[in-house]
């Protein structure tokens, strides 16, 4: 092998390489850390302190902290746009890094074109600050702050009907194995006021 090849294969791989050390040392600090609790060292938005308007980013490290949980639907309620966002950010590193499937090259030209994430993140940006009912769903105010025991998250953080829904229904599921794990072997459908 000749010394160019190398350096073009590290300078390939580079990007991959330090977003994957940065990804596993977010991961470690919110497995740790809660953005929820009141004294967390994560610091807020500053274009939200200033301005009380959300920007495309507000919401992301409760949203990577929900992620890193394995609670989608409290980390789509904190910023849906990075949920839906990280896979084609991942495809995009592997196309620099030189993984191009030809199935992929259409996309790849939308992603790589960076009016595209101009007019999306802007968009975003506008939406989440409408006041009506569908665009309040894009804005991390909508749900509300997870109840905590210490620093983990004990209740998932959704308000919409639908995730409502789903959370109660998990719930019971919940209390159901719980009931029958603790010896009782009837499920009466109704809950202890204690949980």
Same mark, same amino acid.
């Given at each position: 092998m000749s010394l160019p090849y190398l350096r073009s294969a590290s300078s390939r791989w580079a990007p991959l390489a330090i977003t994957a050390g940065l990804a596993v040392g977010a991961t470690?600090?919110?497995?740790?850390?809660?953005?929820?609790?009141?004294?967390?060292? #994560? $610091?807020?938005? /500053?274009?939200?302190? *200033?301005?009380?308007l959300y920007c495309p980013g507000c919401g992301s490290t409760r949203c990577l902290y929900s992620l890193v949980h394995f609670d989608?639907?409290?980390a789509m309620a904190m910023n849906p746009l990075l949920v839906i966002s990280l896979p084609f950010l991942l495809l995009m590193l592997l196309h620099m890094a030189g993984l191009r499937p030809r199935v992929l090259e259409p996309l790849m030209r939308v992603l790589a074109a960076p009016m595209f994430w101009l007019v999306v993140l802007v968009g975003y940006a506008v939406l989440r600050n #409408? $006041?009506?009912? /569908?665009?309040?769903? *894009?804005?991390?105010?909508?749900?509300?702050?997870?109840?905590?025991?210490?620093?983990?998250?004990?209740?998932?953080?959704?308000?919409?009907?639908?995730?409502a829904a789903i959370h109660s229904s998990s719930i019971r599921h919940t209390r159901l194995i719980a009931s029958r794990s603790s010896g009782s072997r009837r499920h009466t459908g109704t809950m202890p006021a204690s949980l």
């Open positions: 470690v600090v919110l497995r740790h850390v809660n953005p929820y609790a009141g004294n967390s060292p #994560l $610091p807020g938005c /500053p274009l939200y302190a *200033l301005t009380g989608l639907p409290g #409408l $006041p009506w009912t /569908p665009f309040v769903w *894009l804005s991390p105010a909508h749900a509300v702050p997870p109840s905590t025991d210490g620093d983990q998250v004990t209740q998932p953080a959704i308000t919409s009907s639908a995730s």
